[in-house]
């Protein structure tokens, strides 16, 4: 039989953290489940040498007094009313009332020759390994790619250890510098993102340029760095590259809510107050577009308040919201990527890692479901989300849509009444 709540929060990021607090501090019983076995997210993963920051100290402490926490909880299948959910000890069932679809995002990465060596990872990820106890205390490191997330990776990573060689920011300066002078309207967001340059003071941060390939011998030991001069060489022991984040709609594309397409990337649609297509269904933060932590938590406490019928409540949170939000169209518009960035991988160039298929062995396939057939493109542990926002970034196929189970799971959970 399964366990009902009155409100289902998946995810435990800034949005969900918040939605569960708001629903909970208004009488609702509120579930909180996340696949990591420590709220906080990907943005407040548990630093094992610094542990997490005041806010997310906070906002972990305010959500899980009032909501009950469902950690190490891998989402399975879905339907309306119920999640199956795989965890240590077994399948289990998790039936609700109102849902939050909190479920964050994930890195964009785009191939290059080299990008499959070991010591080149997404920025998102090292970060995460880094915060998990794996070892970057005196290793070279480069920083590549785009957006204000580079300096928070820089800084975590330097904080840890790391001889940093230098950031390289995609973008251009004026561009750079453009954004830089419009955050005098955001003093909190600008005091945070100087805070950043003076820790990172002494590091080289170069705009208009990016890591064309990595070189290696088993591992990687330099990089080709494309510049405005030409192109430039490195040698590093690890690469970190982030070229933005995909919305994770996996969970809402299966249980039948719209999507919107008329971005870079699929994301959950909503109206006003938060509402999905399906009734009882809310969606929260990054899941309905990458809009950052500020925009989350609000939208979180929106969808947590609504969830539990304190519509009034919700809507005078709208204004904050819709501010936020423009500062995140702000954000997407100075860091567009170069379109370069897309013609980087070769034919000899992997694109899907789980199953090590090149981009040339893709040619002649029309769909991307005909590839998956012929070369097993997306038949890997990922289920397809590297591989698929790859070639649907690229401009191959679009990505395929989502189907039970989300990820690998034990035939035991699949067989569970």
């Not at 591989?387 to 395929?400: E, K």
């Amino acid at each position: 039989m399964a366990e009902r709540y009155d409100v289902l929060v998946c995810g435990a990021g800034p949005a969900g953290l918040a939605a569960a607090h708001a629903a909970a501090s208004h009488g609702a019983r509120v579930g909180l489940i996340d696949a990591q076995s420590r709220p906080g997210g990907q943005i407040w993963r548990h630093d094992l040498r610094f542990g997490a920051g005041r806010a997310a100290r906070r906002a972990i402490a305010a959500a899980t007094r009032g909501a009950q926490w469902l950690g190490g909880a891998q989402i399975v299948a879905a339907e309306p009313g119920e999640l199956l959910v795989e965890r240590a000890e077994g399948a289990a069932h998790l039936g609700y009332e109102r849902l939050v679809i909190a479920t964050g995002a994930r890195e964009l990465l785009l191939p290059f020759p080299g990008w499959t060596l070991p010591g080149v990872t997404g920025a998102g990820a090292l970060q995460a390994l880094v915060k998990q106890g794996w070892p970057i205390a005196g290793r070279r490191v480069v920083v590549a790619g785009t957006g204000p997330l580079l300096l928070a990776v820089a800084a975590g990573l330097r904080n840890h250890g790391a001889r940093l060689l230098v950031i390289l920011e995609q973008a251009p300066a004026p561009r750079v510098r453009r954004f830089a002078w419009g955050l005098a309207k955001t003093p909190r967001t600008a005091a945070q993102a100087l805070r950043l340059r003076l820790e990172l003071a002494g590091i080289p941060y170069r705009y208009g340029e990016f890591v064309e390939a990595a070189h290696g011998d088993g591992r990687l030991q330099s990089v080709s760095i494309r510049t405005p001069r030409g192109l430039a060489h490195l040698e590093c022991e690890q690469l970190a590259v982030g070229y933005g984040l995909v919305p994770n709609v996996e969970l809402a594309e299966l249980l039948g809510c719209r999507l919107d397409r008329s971005g870079p990337h699929a994301a959950v649609a909503t109206d006003a107050r938060l509402r999905t297509s399906l009734p009882g269904v809310y969606a929260a933060g990054e899941a309905r577009g990458v809009g950052g932590a500020a925009a989350a938590r609000i939208e979180g406490r929106i969808a947590g308040l609504g969830a539990c019928g304190q519509e009034a409540a919700a809507a005078r949170l709208a204004g904050a919201q819709r501010g936020a939000r423009r500062f995140a169209a702000r954000v997407a518009g100075c860091f567009s990527l170069d379109r370069r960035l897309y013609a980087l991988a070769t034919p000899e160039t992997i694109v899907c890692r789980c199953e090590d298929v090149p981009l040339g062995g893709l040619a002649g396939f029309d769909d991307g479901r005909a590839a998956k057939l012929a070369t097993r493109c997306g038949m890997g542990a990922c289920q397809g989300r590297i591989c698929g926002d790859i070639l649907a970034a690229l401009g191959r196929y679009a990505q395929p849509a989502a189907a039970a189970p989300l990820f690998p799971v034990q035939l035991s959970t699949l067989s569970d009444p």
